[in-house]
């Protein structure tokens, strides 16, 4: 029956950090509160003793003290104000960043399951809803509870019998507030959900803009679009409408109690067992408690829109990564050789476990060896390579680096020894220095020229209007694809690593910066263990030995003299796909 706020308790702990401010909004939300109360004490004095006595020197005694009132009113109010909103941002800072931390440390089959752009929807509208509520919602709360609870105190020291009538219409009050309180959380989340599907809609579409643009396919994105919006408005309408009930609902039963209590106090002033100056306190009190009823019931919806919020985020900040370092992590062997064994490895892909993508898998790559992986599309490739980053664990059997199963390792240890040249390379915003510096933060400027030399990159930095310092733009799009495949090689060259990892690039550059590439990834190659994802019959007649693999199974393995002689798929390969 009571709505939940345990979304926003849990976020009671980000205030830990933070109790000193906390105290001091505390104090000034106190003040504050109080001298609002003290200006009822004002009011009694002055009609009682200004009017009804007739002394004018008492009325204006009676006025300077509710001046001075007001002032520190005004004082603590603005302090109050300045340290909770403080709080709330800084509450919301923190706990964006560590929902951040926490998703870097997920693996990317969880991305896979549960969308990129859904989770980036998540970071920014429902923190940001919760920096709003934070801020200003929570801080209106507390002065109003605050409130409610000392106007509730001051009408029973005026009057306790008009105040039992107050007393007794509370929970009148409340409990429907309560009722509704619950609906509005279930019907936000459920808003924020549809919030999210916008969001993410729209950065899928925006990120494929070229593809949606060259199939002209603008018109059916629009029309999804407004699907998904209209139902995110349809959503926030039903929430807007409980909310609204809620208001009238708060401001009806507050108010009809004021007019009750005047009714009754009107009749026991004209009795003349209530003093005019007592009464007016007391409605002075009721109004302000009604007041306050009234901002909680509005209030009371965004807090537990905010909660629905951050039990979504707090959902983010649980999810336990599946691939993790054990608990006592061996160490890989100083220095490492960059050895490879997979042990009858079977891997499924959780979402379509059939047919399994790799089945049984035997296969050592030794110190320094080539291995080219070659196979029809789907034939598991890049799987094996995924598993040996380690970004998924196998099913069945082992697979082992420098002799040690990669799950007694600390994943950052193993890749800490691998680099990983993606078939579309992947840069980020920044500079071009910042993307090869990418493989090592701390790399001096002398290794940072030579990882840009090795990868034959120097001439056409050189030639770029800020040299390593110009800016390349959101993924690094303002170079040539040559351009970026080099600046991923150069940054697998600083990186230096023991294994490396290579999905051949399949879109043919032209015949001159396809030679660029090549002598790069040459020059990567040379000396260290490489498992390459081979497209180009270059790279076959380089590797030392070719996989063939075939619907998640190695079906041949050997050179690539003896699998052109011995392997009909290979040569079928050989002849029709390599170029
Ligand atoms: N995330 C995923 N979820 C479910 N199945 C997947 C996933 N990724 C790949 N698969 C499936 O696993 C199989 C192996 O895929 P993989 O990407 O390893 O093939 P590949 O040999 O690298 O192919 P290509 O040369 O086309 O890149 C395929 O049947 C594919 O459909």
């Known amino acids: 029956m009571f709505p939940k706020l345990t979304g926003l308790l849990r976020l009671a702990g980000y205030l830990g950090p933070y109790w000193k401010q906390a105290l001091i909004a505390g104090a000034a939300l106190v003040i504050a509160a109080g001298s609002v109360l003290a200006v009822g004490q004002g009011l009694r004095v002055v009609i009682d003793r200004g009017f009804a006595d007739g002394t004018a020197a008492a009325l204006d005694q009676a006025l300077l003290l509710v001046g001075g009132v007001v002032v520190v009113m005004a004082a603590a109010a603005a302090l109050r104000f300045y340290w909770v909103m403080w709080i709330g941002e800084r509450m919301a800072a923190d706990l964006r960043q560590d929902v951040f931390s926490r998703l870097l440390t997920l693996e990317p089959g969880f991305y896979l399951r549960n969308g990129v752009a859904e989770i980036q929807s998540r970071m920014t509208t429902d923190t940001a809803l919760l920096q709003s509520v934070l801020g200003s919602i929570f801080s209106m709360a507390l002065r109003n509870v605050l409130l409610l609870i000392g106007t509730l105190v001051m009408l029973i020291i005026t009057s306790p019998g008009l105040s039992a009538i107050v007393i007794a219409g509370i929970p009148v009050v409340v409990a429907p507030m309560l009722f509704y309180g619950r ?67 708060g401001l009806l039963l507050a108010f009809t109690g004021v007019a009750f209590v005047l009714w009754r106090g009107g009749h026991a002033v004209l009795a003349g067992t209530m003093s005019a100056g007592e009464l007016s306190a007391f409605i002075f009190y009721a109004v302000l408690a009604a007041g306050a009823v009234g901002v909680l019931s509005e209030v009371a919806g965004e807090l537990f829109r905010a909660s629905g919020a951050a039990e979504r985020l707090f959902e983010l900040l649980d999810a336990e990564p599946a691939i993790k370092a054990p608990a006592h992590p061996l160490p890989l062997p100083q220095p490492a050789r960059g050895e490879v064994t997979l042990k009858g490895v079977t891997y499924r892909y959780p979402t379509r476990p059939e047919p399994p993508a790799l089945v049984d898998i035997e296969l050592t790559v030794k110190a320094g060896e080539t291995l080219a992986l070659v196979g029809p599309s789907g034939a598991g490739k890049s799987t094996l390579i995924n598993l040996l980053l380690r970004f998924y664990d ?41 993307n090869i510096r990418f493989a090592d933060p701390d790399a001096s400027d002398q290794r940072l020229q030579a990882a840009a030399a090795d990868a034959n990159c120097s001439e056409f930095i050189a030639a770029l209007p800020q040299g390593m310092d110009t800016y390349i733009g959101p993924g690094g799009l303002q170079l040539s694809g040559g351009q970026r495949q080099r600046i991923a ?66 079906r041949a393995i050997g050179p690539h003299e003896a699998l052109t002689q011995s392997d009909t798929l290979y040569a079928h390969l050989a002849a029709l796909q390599f170029q």
């Open 183 to 249: 609906r509005v959380r279930r019907l936000s989340r459920l808003s924020q959900d549809r919030i999210a599907d916008v969001g993410s809609y729209a950065s899928e579409t925006l990120g494929g803009i070229e593809t949606v643009q060259a199939f002209v396919h603008e018109t059916e994105d629009q029309r999804a679009f407004q699907t998904r919006v209209e139902s995110a408005f349809s959503a926030a309408v039903q929430r807007i409408r409980q909310r609204a009930g809620l208001n009238a609902l």
């Open 394 to 434: 196998p099913d069945q059997g082992q697979v082992l680096f420098d002799g040690v199963d990669l799950r007694e390792i600390d994943p950052a240890d193993l890749r800490q020894r691998l680099a990983l040249v993606a078939q579309t390379p992947v840069l980020f915003t920044g500079t071009v220095r910042d």
């Open 489 to 554: 090689i150069a940054r697998a060259i600083l990186r230096d690593p023991a294994l490396l990892l290579l999905d051949e690039a399949t879109s043919s550059l032209d015949a001159e910066s396809e030679e660029h590439v090549q002598i790069a990834l040459a020059r990567l190659m040379a000396g260290r263990t490489s498992v390459v994802i081979a497209h180009r019959l270059a790279t076959v007649r380089n590797a030392d030995r070719i996989a063939v693999l075939e619907a998640g199974r190695i």
